[in-house]
């Protein structure tokens, strides 16, 4: 195969034909990346918006691929990265690489089996059983079957069966009637439509193409299930990355709430004895009675009593399970229908099994930071119905990522926000990668797990290539000192009037992020009382259409909270005030990070900032880099939390910050958004 053309050469190529123009940043990203990949060193890359990351680490990728014929993968946090990268970038970019490159690249999409239509379930009755909260709601039911119709005409028309091209929508109760888990699925060589599986086509054309483009979840699945979901790849582009610890951690979440014991008795029904069905049911109902006797709080011990009940509902599920699927016996006998039953009613009984004994085994070290899971207790409510479920999450997912992922393929992590106070150090040992500082940070222990030896072997650069935006000239950080510190009231008064002032002097405009859906929905009522223009709050309508709502009339505000933070893309004069109404630091009684903290504790380490504030940080950079979306956008950023000034830890945020230009005058700000307005009208 002839010598291709460098990198810097396709780039220039590639940014000529899509109509762009050369950015400093996205040429340095691409030399790299390239680099990485030549080397087998992994990277993290902090790219500001508007940088073009996409482009800077699909460029070397392709050529990395073509060259070599071995895939690359790239994955995502989110819906919409995914679809800008397969609909948009990747098809233009293939098509201006393919002479330079000799031919041109093949790219695919591949998620995890249940987003995937399945034609046996579709094509059989093997209904989903109804959540506790929907069996006495007619209206739930009824919607149910609308949208299970329309399932089954979309089925016939559908090419690819991926969940994220129905639109509308429908609900995910909807959904799980027609698509399977992975331990649910009967597999290809069993299925009567094995041939024509969406899922299996999307992975057979995932094995031939250059660059396969998937989600943070389906990695995590490659990497903790020891099963190959993702093609055989020797390099890993990780978009996004500040999600990625979030995202692994959440699909090695389990969890067994008495619903679910009670779900897999009945999916066994009419599989086995039915003695072993009663054995289930009372499980169940043991569950749920010893689980209705204890607060909502994490465990760091089994509480009395849970430990016999536990061993019921193990051995419960175990029995079921010896008799769907005796030793040495087949789990899909008979016909296609009562074979994909047997296997959904194995999927639900292990799941049941595999919990109650991590559950059991948990507390089996005596020393809490050296423990692998955290335990706690959750009580959520659904549709008015109370519902309580034992949670299981990986104190550290570093160490999985660390020999999984990092020891497989060289990786490649970026995003607009990779530095916590400055430096690469806070992420990195999350990912289970060695800290770059000369001084071992707190950080190493946050996690629980052993901080990475100097002389191991894993070797990673770092590097910020910046933004092309003039953050100091472009927007003010105003942290509104004179406030008093927030309470846990609500918003109070004062804060009321300064949200108020700051939206009128802006004229609409404005995205508000609140810490909480309470306070969001206090501020939207009141402030529709005190405003003349107009004010959605999140909940309203679906998110998107509020964006859109918000992105069409410059006289909107928007109010939210969490989900937002990451989610708005509005370049332009609709937006040019970000409130934030105080410093994101996590909930004091959320179990999973407060262990973290209590583990980095036990060995001396600063918790608090080795984890609340570095979590803070994180959501503070992706919370104040909403407001600068376009090279001509300005504005103002108010953080309403008066500690981001005075407290001690306040340098160490506004270190993980863009450098906007800063002050603590209300009048300055409100002068520069009448000026905006003005300008703007």
């Known amino acids: 195969m002839p010598e291709l053309p460098p990198v810097p050469e396709l780039l220039a190529t590639a940014v000529r034909a899509l109509g762009g123009k050369e950015r400093v940043g996205q040429v340095t990203m691409a030399a790299a990346v390239d680099h990485a990949i030549d080397t087998k060193e992994h990277l993290a890359v902090q790219a500001g918006t508007g ?29 919409a990265l995914q679809r800008q990268l397969v609909d948009r970038d990747l098809p233009r970019l293939a098509e201006a690489l393919s002479k330079p490159l000799g031919r041109e690249a093949k790219f695919a999409i591949l998620k995890g089996r249940n987003n995937y239509l399945c034609l046996n379930k579709i094509n059989s009755a093997i209904p989903d059983e109804p959540a506790e909260a929907e069996l006495f709601d007619a209206f739930a039911i009824s919607r149910l079957g609308r949208e299970v ?27 799980r009637q027609v698509s399977v888990s992975s331990r649910e699925c009967l597999g ?15 992975r057979a054309e995932s094995a031939q193409a250059d660059v396969v483009v998937t989600n943070h979840a389906l990695l995590a699945i490659d990497a903790i299930s020891g099963i190959q979901v993702l093609p055989e790849h020797d390099a890993v582009v990780i978009d996004e990355a500040h999600e990625l610890v979030d995202r692994v951690t959440g699909v090695a979440t389990a ?13 066994c029904a009419k599989l086995i004895d039915q003695q072993e069905v009663d054995r289930l049911e009372e499980a169940a109902e043991a569950w749920h009675t010893v689980l209705d006797e204890l607060p909502a709080a994490r465990w760091d011990a089994l509480p009395d009593g849970i430990a016999p009940v536990l ?22 006998q008979g016909d296609p229908e009562s074979a994909a039953a047997r296997t959904q009613a194995l999927a639900g009984i292990d799941e049941v099994h595999d919990s109650a004994v991590r559950a059991l085994t948990a507390f089996d070290e005596p020393d809490p930071a050296k423990r692998h899971d955290v335990i706690w207790l959750a009580a959520d409510e659904i549709r008015g119905v109370a519902r309580r479920t034992l949670r299981m999450a990986p104190l550290s997912v570093g160490g999985l990522l660390r020999s999984r992922l990092f020891g497989t393929a060289t990786v490649v992590l970026t995003s607009a926000t990779l530095q ?44 910020d290539v910046g933004s092309p935006f003039d953050h100091a000239k472009s ?17 109070a008064p004062a804060y009321l009037d300064e949200i108020e002032r700051l939206i009128s002097a802006a004229g609409g405009r ?12 206090a501020a939207t009522d009141a402030l529709r009382e005190r405003l003349n223009t107009p004010v959605l709050c999140q909940g309203d309508d679906a998110t998107g259409a509020l964006v859109r709502k918000f992105a069409d009339d410059p006289e909107t505000s928007l109010f939210g909270t969490l989900s937002l933070w990451q989610g708005v893309d509005v370049p332009g004069p609709s937006l040019s005030l970000v409130i934030l109404d105080r410093i994101p630091f996590p909930r004091p009684d959320d179990p999973l990070l407060t262990a973290r903290q209590r583990a980095v504790e036990s060995r001396g380490g600063n918790g608090f900032m080795t984890v609340a504030a570095n979590h803070a940080a994180l959501l503070l950079a992706q919370g104040t880099g909403r407001l600068l979306r376009s090279v001509d956008d300005r504005g103002v950023v108010a953080i309403l939390d008066s500690r981001l000034a005075t407290a001690r830890y306040g340098g160490y945020l506004r270190a993980s910050l863009p450098p906007y230009w800063e002050t603590s005058d209300p009048e300055v700000v409100t002068k520069a958004l009448h000026r905006l307005t003005a300008a703007s009208t």
């Open 475 to 491: 927007g003010i950080l105003y942290v509104a000192k004179h406030l008093p510190a927030p309470g846990r009231d609500g918003l």
């Open 420 to 463: 916590i106070g400055g430096s690469f150090d806070g992420l990195a040992i999350t990912w289970g990668l060695p800290a770059q500082s000369a001084s071992r940070s707190d950080t190493a222990t946050a996690n629980g797990a052993e901080a990475p030896k100097d002389a191991d072997t894993v070797r990673w650069s770092s590097l």
């Open 188 to 202: 290809k060589s069993r299925c009567p439509f094995g041939q024509d599986c969406f899922a299996e086509r999307a």
């Open 51 to 79: 940088t073009g990351k996409s482009l800077a680490y699909l460029v070397p990728s392709l050529r990395h691929a073509v060259r070599t014929g071995r895939t690359v993968v790239v994955s995502t946090a989110t819906i």
């Open 311 to 332: 061993a019921l509902v193990r051995d419960a599920a175990w029995n079921a399970r010896t008799a769907l699927a005796p030793p040495g016996g087949t789990t899909a």
């Open 255 to 267: 969890e067994l709430a008495p619903s679910a014991i009670s779900t897999a008795a009945r999916r």
């Open 510 to 521: 404005t995205l508000g992020l609140f810490s909480s859906m309470r306070a969001a929905r």
């Open 149 to 175: 119709q329309r399932l089954n005409e979309w089925a016939s028309n559908t090419e690819t069966g991926d969940r994220d091209e129905l639109a509308p929508g429908v609900t995910d109760r909807a959904w």
